[in-house]
């Protein structure tokens, strides 16, 4: 039972270059999420989706693009990276959306470093 | 807006003592909290979860929390560390009525434990 998967698990990219974290679910979640945890400021969520072909805006969306063409994977994509973006990254996903009624399972991280 | 503030950023206990993480939180609303735990290089993890039922919430692992309304926490509590409960943890606050898209993470505590 894999639950949620995160690739890859490191990478390290000059500044200006692109690249796409996939994350795979396969417990047939509607809801998905992608967060970056800082040292010293928790995590903050960079966008969600709550369904297949839908995506939104979190609170930290500047320089990201999301993508949820199939259910079971969110991509999220730097098109031209920034020092600022070295962080782990996280994906996460829920049966509902109600944070009362529901649970988050979270991969097990993404390290990208920006040189 | 709804904050939350863990009090200590490193707890260090020796194995077979109590442990106390500490969180105060700020909410407008009736809040939903949350303990998740995170074990190196690993995700997330939901230890327990108060959701205005019982004021005492058990969790995985032997680990409880107490909300009180008045003093605005939300402390865990576990009777006798184990080397294993070794990792940091983050108190996680939502309104009720809100999904999990606006979770508020504290910045957590790392808790040390020693033979």
């Known amino acids: 039972n894999a639950g949620v998967t995160q690739t890859p698990k490191f990478r390290v990219l000059k500044t200006g270059q692109s690249m796409t974290l996939l994350c795979a679910q396969d417990m047939n979640h509607e809801y998905m999420y992608w967060y970056r945890q800082d040292p010293g400021m928790g995590l903050r969520l960079i966008h969600y989706s709550v369904g297949e072909g839908t995506t939104a805006k979190g609170e930290v969306p500047d320089g990201y693009n999301v993508s949820r063409l199939k259910k079971q994977n969110f991509l999220l994509g730097l098109e031209s990276a920034a020092p600022s973006q070295t962080s782990v990254y996280f994906c996460?996903?829920?049966?509902?959306?109600?944070?009362?009624?529901?649970?988050?399972?979270f991969g097990e991280g993404s390290r990208l470093t920006v040189l | 807006a709804q904050s939350v503030t863990q009090l200590d950023s490193h707890v260090s206990v020796s194995e077979g003592t109590p442990v106390l993480l500490r969180c105060n939180y700020s909410?407008?609303?009736?809040?939903?909290l949350f303990w998740y735990v995170q074990h190196p290089n690993k995700g997330l993890q939901l230890l327990l979860k108060?959701?205005?039922?019982?004021?005492l919430v058990k969790g995985i692992n032997g680990f409880e929390a107490e909300f009180k309304k008045s003093e605005t926490s939300f402390h865990l509590t576990k009777p006798s560390a184990h080397m294993s409960d070794a990792a940091e943890y983050f108190c996680v606050v939502s309104d009720q009525s809100t999904g999990f898209q606006k979770l508020v993470f504290g910045t957590g505590t790392r808790l040390l434990v020693s033979p």
């Open positions: 909410s407008s609303y009736s809040p939903s």
């Open positions: 996460a996903s829920s049966y509902t959306s109600g944070a009362n009624t529901g649970e988050l399972f």
């Open positions: 108060y959701t205005s039922a019982a004021t």
